[in-house]
């Protein structure tokens, strides 16, 4: 039986034909990243020389749940300019294989620099890690990829600054959606990286809660402020809790950073 899910390559029928292994095409490199659903290779075409990411699923158990979703996700969010794009997928050694778009930075890489946007100085002269110019440039464009989600009905449900990938020309792509999902009105509190984590999620309680695509905007916000700091600002000691007291550190913190930026914005002002 030949199932369409709507982008090439997708469980072609074979026939009586022996199939063709689609990985004699490539050549796999080094792991770039490897997490709880999956491990991403860089691989490159052995026709065009062209470089690309091969996500493996490491699932054995065959299409899980979770496997069909990020591959919905990944087909109706095909050709957004902010949204990785899935070239190919097709199964190698019994395993689901995506082919994406290789990009070679996160926005880890810069952000988390340690001096944020405060200039320092070195070599006689002061200079700046991060202009701001850039903090608003890719705050934009995760905000236009995340509306595009969430005007779809889909939560990304895991954006932090190591999932927002950057090209050479620092243009945004949101990636790893493999916990994305449509929105429905109950679903797991068990997402988002917990720094990035909206405070409606953290309940050690319940297996299920009810919140919307606003933790999205809260995970962009969060990065914002990492941004602005130079590192992660929110770790996991200061923000888990077992009860709604679990908000007041956050909330402490953000308005310690408000005065900070403040009291620096007045000073300036006066200079």
């Given at each position: 039986m030949?199932?369409?899910l709507?982008?090439?390559?997708?469980f072609?029928?074979?026939?009586?034909?022996?199939?063709?292994?689609?990985?004699?095409?490539?050549?796999?490199?080094?792991?770039?990243?490897?997490?709880?659903?999956g491990?991403v290779?860089k691989?490159?075409?052995?026709?065009?020389?062209?470089?690309?990411?091969?996500?493996?699923h490491?699932s054995?158990?065959?299409i899980?749940?979770?496997?069909v979703r990020?591959?919905?996700?990944?087909?109706?969010?095909?050709?957004?300019?902010?949204?990785?794009?899935?070239?190919?997928c097709?199964?190698?050694?019994g395993?689901?294989?995506?082919?994406?778009?290789?990009v070679p930075?996160?926005?880890?890489?810069a952000?988390?620099?340690?001096y944020?946007?405060?200039?320092?100085y070195?070599?006689?002269?002061?200079l700046?890690?991060?202009?701001?110019?850039f903090?608003?440039?890719?705050?934009?464009?995760?905000?236009?990829a995340?509306?595009?989600?969430?005007?779809?009905n889909?939560i990304?449900?895991?954006?932090?600054?190591?999932n927002?990938?950057?090209t050479?020309?620092?243009t945004?792509?949101?990636?790893?959606?493999g916990?994305?999902?449509?929105?429905?009105?109950?679903?797991?509190?068990?997402?988002?990286?917990?720094?990035?984590?909206?405070p409606e999620?953290?309940s050690q309680?319940h297996?299920s809660?009810?919140?919307?695509?606003?933790?999205?905007?809260w995970?962009?916000?969060?990065m914002?402020?990492?941004?602005?700091q130079?590192?992660?600002?929110?770790?996991?000691?200061?923000?888990?809790c077992?009860?709604?007291?679990?908000?007041?550190?956050?909330?402490?913190?953000l308005?310690?950073?408000h005065?900070?930026h403040?009291r620096?914005?007045?000073?300036s002002i006066?200079?």
């Amino acid at each position: 039986m030949h199932v369409d899910l709507g982008y090439p390559g997708a469980f072609e029928p074979w026939g009586n034909k022996e199939p063709e292994s689609k990985m004699e095409k490539y050549k796999r490199g080094p792991v770039l990243g490897s997490g709880a659903y999956g491990t991403v290779y860089k691989v490159t075409c052995l026709t065009t020389g062209k470089e690309y990411a091969l996500k493996y699923h490491n699932s054995n158990r065959g299409i899980e749940d979770t496997i069909v979703r990020e591959l919905s996700c990944l087909t109706a969010l095909k050709g957004h300019p902010y949204v990785i794009n899935m070239h190919d997928c097709f199964v190698d050694d019994g395993k689901i294989a995506m082919l994406m778009t290789y990009v070679p930075y996160t926005l880890s890489d810069a952000i988390h620099n340690g001096y944020g946007v405060k200039s320092y100085y070195e070599q006689d002269r002061w200079l700046q890690c991060l202009p701001l110019s850039f903090v608003a440039h890719f705050s934009t464009q995760v905000a236009n990829a995340l509306s595009y989600m969430h005007r779809r009905n889909i939560i990304h449900r895991d954006i932090t600054p190591y999932n927002v990938l950057l090209t050479e020309d620092l243009t945004v792509k949101v990636a790893d959606l493999g916990l994305s999902r449509l929105s429905v009105e109950v679903m797991s509190p068990n997402v988002v990286t917990e720094p990035y984590r909206a405070p409606e999620l953290f309940s050690q309680r319940h297996t299920s809660a009810k919140y919307t695509c606003a933790i999205d905007m809260w995970s962009l916000g969060v990065m914002i402020v990492d941004a602005m700091q130079g590192r992660c600002v929110f770790v996991g000691s200061t923000i888990r809790c077992e009860n709604k007291h679990h908000i007041h550190p956050i909330c402490k913190l953000l308005l310690a950073l408000h005065k900070t930026h403040y009291r620096q914005h007045k000073k300036s002002i006066h200079e």
